[in-house]
């Protein structure tokens, strides 16, 4: 079982200012799977239990001369401590610039080794970063779990497959930070948010407890997917009457979910994303939350980079 790979300026970029800091905020610990064309960040997909989130990248978005083997197809996957992963990378890049060229000069190597640690008898796994200088190196190590066996590998695989079902109505929410402003507001009311989207192109959200009810509509949005015309009789509707009466055509779902969890799915913010979309899968199995990335000035999809979140429902929702 082999790894070793050369950090791009880019995925440098990629990694330590974006997706790594968004990464430590959806949990401590994730997995990371390489295979021979992608590297993959999962959290929560083996334990199902909070929000699943899935960063992909091709392997020219973030590595060069990238190498990889296994008798498991050339796939590994192992559990890493998100923290402990920017950090290495952070002071790596702080090395190179300084005794180097910058990360563009090939000096930042990344790969797997096993080493025998102080006061230990048996070989530890490591993620091992190599920053080269003009005249010395420094190596730092990152301890990871042992890496996942073959039928480990294979569960984390179909998880990760059955993760990638889009749901059949997308709507795009324009405006993060007007949402994230709001949803810290709910924390202070309750701990269960109804979120319900519409093929009109409205998401509402609203918290509700014995003594109040707090809520709020983003209306006429872009749609993906599944589409349909909102009634004119609807329009001098309230908010929470529009979505019941859409709920009951079948033109919305409705489901529930923490607002804890809604609330850390937000911090994806911090990888930057030019456009997030929101949408409830299936007989409401859960709530997704997509997030797309351009081409530098364009606005083309960045095929080689993918980023979404999964929240699980506290309700079976309505479908």
Known sequence: MKFKAFLTEHGVNLLERRFLPALDKMGKICHLFLTRDHAIFLHNLLNGDGVQCIAQFRKEALFDDYRISSQNEDRIAFAIDVSLLLRAVRSSVSICTEFANGPSANCLQIKLVKKLPLNCTQPMPFLTFETKGYKSAVIQDVPISKPLSRAQVLELQTALELAQDIPRTLVQVPDLNQLQNFVERMKQVGDMLNVSISKYGDLHVQISTTLITLGAEFHKLLVIGEQAEAPSDDRNQ??????????????????????????????????????????????????????????????????????????PVLDPGSS
Request: one cysteine or more; glycine letters at 6%; a positive charge.
């Open 238 to 311: 309230s908010a929470q009457t529009r979505s019941e009466r859409a709920i009951s055509r079948g033109d919305a779902q409705l489901v529930q979910v923490s607002v804890k969890h809604f609330s850390r799915s937000l911090h994806c913010h911090l990888a930057k994303p030019d456009c997030t979309f929101y949408g409830i899968a299936p007989q409401g199995s859960c709530l997704t939350v997509i997030f797309q990335f351009f081409i530098p000035g364009t606005h083309q999809t960045d095929k080689s980079i993918s980023l979404h979140c999964r929240l």
